[in-house]
């Protein structure tokens, strides 16, 4: 297989990006845009800063999009979300912007971004980001937002 020339970042040794502008979010052509079909990214480990103590927040996310002409390159999309690490972001600015930047990127047929935030002052925050109705000829798992019940 050729290497892919528009890529820089995979295969290579690549620091993480000082910030999420900073991050570059590469594409891939998708081989097969003429069929729909689900694309699920987890990252379990999303970490950011309050903007306003400068404490870390933790989050989980998951990310489900319906790809058209293109896939987002996922070692990318990795030093994307590490971006976040030193940003200082509320949460639903954090979650927001990750879906616009890869709403942009990848042009998909249909996005959906859910980020579970853990609790810091006894409140967990879940925020929802959906870039419209999902087609209707794919099988769209459920996301896994389940309540938060504390230390189990």
Known sequence: MAKNRTL?????????PQSPDDAVLETVPNPHSDTNYVVRFTCPEFTSLCPITGQPDFAKFTIDYVPSNKLVESKSLKLFMSSFRNHGAFHEDCTIAIGKRLATATEPRWLRICGIW??????????????????EDIFVPELPASIYRGRD
Not at 8 to 16: A, D, E, K, M, Y
Not at 120 to 131: A, K, L
């Open 118 to 135: 853990y609790p810091r002052g006894g409140i967990p925050i879940d925020i929802f980001f959906q870039s419209g109705p999902a087609p």
């Open 8 to 16: 820089n970042q995979l295969g290579r040794t690549v620091s993480i």
